[in-house]
């Protein structure tokens, strides 16, 4: 519209009926995120990077896995009472397994973060199938202090790390940040279907959270909450038939064995200590010991439960990983072009067919879940239409 004065600028583009000016401010491989316009160069390239990208990616034999850090990974929270909570078990000789999946920053926002069970494993387990990428709406500072205390080498996270910062206007999650055009080999691991727009491509895990009370960080949509169609199938999941011939069953994901410590496993030099945060305190080690309470008081109590977890969902979700990635390399084994979205459709479709089956033979209970389209079989050959690597 000729004689606006863009009056209404936000990210970079201007909203006055009738005017499309816009200074393409945030782009994700040469896309503008605010009015879709194409720089037909860096999207060439991005392109041209991408099916590079995805050729060594096969060639590792790996997938790729976009994974969310709150509420998916861990429950953080910055009350600094829980902080200083956390710093206190860590010195004292007593307490030390209470605290063993949480820990603190040291940095101005006195972040304390507790671990979802079975981290440890999983992550060291998906990570020989898949790629790691982290995409959080937390900002940048903050994917880092998670990371370099989960992951200081970046032995299992050797993918992007997208954040807040970077993300335009938009307060979705977009695939095409990471990939232009693929979508066969991706897969998405987040509680929230909503910003994601629940897309095909993703595994939703159950919310995880452990601090009671406190307010939820980097929450974003107060719209309802999506529940992905395969939600109650992923988070149960034990095994596919169909893919236990591709395989055989290994310990994997039983959470009982090897998170004890949460060491990094790995050759460079060991994590730094988790007691960081403890020098700032004055409160002495030997007051500690003496002191059997593991709360400082009650509104600690309301805060940290102090029942036993049983959140199992990451021993699942890796089951279905684990399968998917499987079923994937046997089929282009047998020179087929797989798709990650068919695979984890026909899992879930062929599984649930066999529990409706036998949930109607043993009552006239409902299903949970709705019945969606079927697959014939994991190995026929997919119509992707996206991307083909040649
Ligand atoms: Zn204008
Ligand atoms: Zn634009
Ligand atoms: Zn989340």
């Known amino acids: 519209m000729s004689g606006c004065n863009h009056k ?59 994974i969310d850090l709150d509420n998916t990974l861990m429950h953080a929270t910055s009350v600094y009472d829980v902080a200083e909570w956390i710093s206190k ?23 304390s973060f507790k671990l979802r069970p079975g981290l440890y494993s999983f992550l060291t387990h998906i990570s020989t199938m898949y790629e790691l990428h982290v995409y959080t709406m937390g900002n940048t500072a903050y994917a880092r202090t998670f990371l370099d205390r989960i992951d200081p080498h970046r032995n299992l996270f050797k993918g992007k790390i997208l954040t807040r910062d970077g993300n335009g206007c938009i307060l979705k999650k977009k695939m095409s940040r990471l990939y232009p055009t693929n979508r066969t080999q991706v897969l998405i691991l987040d509680d929230s279907a909503n910003v994601w727009d629940d897309s095909p491509n993703l595994i939703q895990i159950k919310t995880y959270t452990y601090f009671r009370n406190v307010k939820e960080l980097n929450a974003l949509s107060c719209a309802a909450p ?25 310990d994997g994901f039983d959470l009982d064995n090897g998170d004890a410590d949460f060491v990094v496993p790995a050759l460079p ?56 990635h499987s079923i994937y390399f046997s089929q282009l084994a047998c020179n087929k072009e797989p798709d990650v979205v068919d695979i984890l459709q026909s899992l879930c479709t062929e599984k649930r067919s066999a529990t409706l089956r036998r949930k109607r033979s043993a009552s006239s209970t409902e299903p949970d879940f709705i019945q969606s389209k079927k697959c014939s079989s994991i190995c026929r050959s997919s119509s992707s239409t996206t991307l083909t690597i040649p």
């Open 8 to 66: 209404y600028m936000e990210h970079g583009r201007c909203w006055v009926d009738g005017c499309s000016y816009c200074a393409h401010e945030t782009k994700f491989n040469g896309v503008c995120v605010a009015c879709s316009h194409v720089d037909e160069a860096e999207w060439q390239q991005a392109k041209q990077k991408e099916k590079d990208d995805l050729k060594k990616l096969r060639s590792d034999r790996k997938l790729s896995l976009i």
């Open 89 to 111: 078990q860590k010195r004292s000789t007593v307490n030390k397994s209470r605290v063993q999946e949480l820990f603190t920053t040291a940095n101005a926002n006195n972040y």
């Open 226 to 250: 999506i529940r992905n169609q395969y939600y109650s199938f992923v988070n149960s999941y034990t095994s596919s038939n169909q893919s236990t011939s591709f395989h055989h069953q290994e």
């Open 269 to 324: 030099p060991p994590s730094p200590p988790v007691e960081d945060f403890s020098n700032q305190f004055s409160i002495s080690s030997t007051y500690c010991t003496k002191q059997p309470d593991i709360f400082l008081d009650k509104n600690i109590a309301d805060i940290i439960p102090e029942e036993k977890e049983t959140d199992d969902a990451l021993a699942h979700i890796g089951k279905v990983l684990k399968d998917i």
